[in-house]
T-cell receptor, first 116, second 115 residues
Framework: ETGVTQTPRHLVMGMTNKKSLKCEQH?????MYWYKQSAKKPLELMFV???????ENNSVPSRFSPECPNSSHLFLHLHTLQPEDSALYLC???????????????FGPGTRLTVT | KNQVEQSPQSLIILEGKNCTLQ??????????LRWYKQDTGRGPVSLTI?????NTKSNGRYTATLDADTKQSSLHITASQLSDSASYIC??????????????FGAGTRLAVHP
């Protein structure tokens, strides 16, 4: 176990549904990340939160809405998704993300999302 | 363009054999290079991390090499085991404009070890 948990592990939702993904880290880290992993493609960074503040949004569609209430928890709220949004969504955390150096990232197990 | 290319895309080997996975990158300037192992249905787990000055690093049966001049890295797996079946992802950290550090991910090599 890496100290990063994600729920649910699997999610099937229709295009009109609203759902949320949850991530929790028990490592005392201050930075948390959302990644999208599609089949045979590199991980795509979606959002970065550093000390609860969003520091990066990689042109992610507004149907994905992140929330970081504290340094230990990160949510990804989903609404009106498209079938091409089906993927593995990974959460990660690191000591910090101050931009000047690269800290080790620890990944959760991911949520396998299927949009029907 | 900053890219990380991995080869082969997939590989099948017999248990007990050795194998080498390749990673070529164009990320510049370069900060460090990491290899991750990702089991099916799990998140990536770090195997090694190397900075510019390091040209080899081992973690058990995994040995990573780095040639910063040619911008190439390899991951060598010795005496493979069935549990080595996974995707192996090469990740390069680069310093971009404004002093901001970013990770560039390769698409991974999917390794299958057969008995």
């Amino acid at each position: 176990e890496t100290g990063v948990t994600q729920t649910p592990r699997h999610l099937v939702m229709g295009m009109t549904n609203k759902k949320s993904l949850k991530c929790e880290q028990h490592l005392g880290h201050n930075a948390m990340y959302w990644y999208k992993q599609s089949a045979k493609k590199p991980l795509e960074l979606m959002f970065v939160y550093n000390f609860k503040e969003q520091t990066e949004n990689n042109s992610v569609p507004s149907r994905f809405s992140p929330e970081c209430p504290n340094s230990s928890h990160l949510f990804l709220h989903l609404h009106t998704l498209q079938p091409e949004d089906s993927a593995l969504y990974l959460c990660a955390s690191s000591q910090r993300s101050d931009g000047s150096s690269s800290y080790e990232q620890y990944f959760g197990p991911g949520t396998r999302l299927t949009v029907t | 363009k900053n890219q990380v290319e991995q080869s082969p895309q997939s590989l099948i080997i017999l248990e007990g054999k050795n194998c080498t996975l390749q990673c070529n990158y164009t990320v510049s300037p370069f900060s460090n290079l990491r290899w991750y192992k990702q089991d099916t249905g799990r998140g990536p787990v770090s195997l090694t991390i190397m900075t510019f000055s390091e040209n080899t690093k081992s973690n058990g049966r995994y040995t990573a090499t780095l040639d910063a001049d040619t911008k190439q890295s390899s991951l060598h797996i010795t005496a493979s085991q069935l549990s080595d079946s996974a995707s192996y992802i090469c990740v390069v950290s680069g310093m971009f404009s404004g002093g901001y550090n970013k990770l560039i991910f390769g698409a991974g090599t999917r390794l299958a070890v057969h008995p």
